[in-house]
C-alpha cells in the first residue's frame, strides 16, 4: 500500500524539519510526501534539499494562504492508494504507517480511518474531547473521533467527495471542522470509516491564550458544517450544552480565560448555524 502524505506549510522551518525527520524513520517506507509551500520566499529549500536523498519529496508553491486549497493541490499530484494531511509541525511515531496499513486491508476495509493525538512529549492532547473506544464514523461521533492531521483516507473516496471544501478551514471565515465536513460527505457518499484512540500522531498543544483567540472563529466553521450537512438537531443541542456548561463550571472556578473560551466557542457556533452563507459552500473538486 502507498501513501501520499500532503503537507500544507506556511511560516513554519524547523517544525517541518522535524516532521521529516520523523518521517525517515517509519518502519513503512511506501510512501511520497509532497510539500505545498504557501511561504513568499525560499525558506524552505535548504530544509527540503537535506531530505531529498532520504525521502520521497515533491516541492509545490502556492501563492494562495489557504489550508484547504493547498490540501488539494497536493491531492491534484498524490499517487498513492492512501492520502493523509500531516500538520507541518507534526510529528509521527515509527509505525504510523505501517499501522494505518494493516488496518485498511483488515476485516471491514474501512474506507477512511481517523485517530487521536499526543503532545510532542507522548501525553494525551487537549485538543477537543476523544471518543474513547474503537468505534465506526458516524455523524454523530465524528466531532470526538477525527482531527485533520490524523486522517487516512483513501485516494479513490477523496476524490468521488469532490476533496476538501476551500470555503472552510483556516485561513476562511469558517475556521474549523474542514475535516469533519469531508468525512460527512463521505458517509453520505456511501463510504466507511473508522475511529482508533491508540492510533496517535504527535502534536504540539496550543496556548490557552491562542486557542481563545481562535475559539470563535473555530465555533463557526463547527457549526456552519453541521448545518451544511444536515446534522441533527440532539447532536448539534450536544456541542452547544457542553460549551455552555464549559463556560459555566470555569465561571464558577473563578478561571476566567478558560470560561471566555467556551463562551465564544459557543457564541461562534451558534452564529455559524444561523448563518445565511450556510450550506451555500460547495466543495472544490480535487484532481488526479
Known amino acids: 500500500m502507498f501513501f501520499s502524505l500532503i503537507v500544507p506549510t506556511l511560516g513554519r522551518v524547523a517544525e517541518l524539519r522535524a516532521l521529516l525527520d520523523s518521517l525517515t524513520r517509519q518502519s513503512l517506507t511506501t510512501f511520497e510526501v509532497i510539500i505545498v509551500d504557501q ?5 524552505l529549500v535548504p530544509v527540503i534539499n537535506d531530505f531529498m536523498n532520504r525521502l520521497n519529496i515533491t516541492h509545490l508553491r502556492s501563492t494562495v494562504r489557504q489550508c484547504n486549497h493547498a490540501r488539494n493541490i497536493g491531492a ?43 503532545t510532542l512529549e507522548g501525553r494525551p492532547g487537549k485538543s477537543g474531547r476523544w471518543h474513547p473506544v474503537e468505534t465506526a464514523i458516524n455523524s454523530h461521533n465524528v466531532w ?18 469532490g476533496g476538501f471544501d476551500e470555503g472552510v478551514g483556516p485561513g476562511t471565515d469558517f475556521g474549523s471542522a474542514e475535516g469533519q465536513d469531508l468525512a460527512l460527505r463521505l458517509l453520505e457518499g456511501g463510504f466507511s470509516g473508522r475511529y482508533l484512540p491508540t492510533l496517535h500522531i504527535m502534536h504540539p498543544d496550543k496556548p490557552l491564550a491562542l486557542t481563545t483567540a ?14 451544511k450537512n444536515h446534522v441533527g438537531m440532539t447532536t448539534m443541542a450536544t456541542f452547544l450544552l457542553r460549551s455552555v456548561m464549559g463556560s459555566l463550571v470555569y465561571l464558577l472556578r473563578g478561571d476566567i480565560p478558560r470560561a471566555r473560551y467556551y463562551l465564544l466557542t459557543f457564541l461562534g457556533r451558534i452564529r455559524g448555524y444561523l448563518s445565511l452563507r450556510a450550506g451555500a459552500v460547495t466543495p472544490a473538486p480535487a484532481t488526479g
Open 144 to 161: 470526538t473521533c477525527l482531527i485533520e492531521f490524523n486522517f487516512f483516507i483513501r485516494r479513490t473516496a477523496f476524490n468521488a467527495a
Open 39 to 43: 511561504n513568499g520566499d525560499d525558506r
Open 214 to 227: 481562535r475559539a470563535y472563529s473555530y465555533g463557526v466553521g463547527m457549526g456552519h458544517v453541521m448545518r
Open 76 to 118: 491534484g499530484r498524490a499517487v498513492g492508494d492512501i492520502v493523509t494531511f500531516p500538520d507541518d509541525d507534526c510529528v509521527y511515531t515509527d509505525n504510523v504507517l505501517q499501522t494505518v496499513s494493516r488496518l485498511f486491508a483488515d476485516a471491514g476495509r474501512p474506507d477512511f480511518i481517523t485517530g487521536s493525538v499526543l
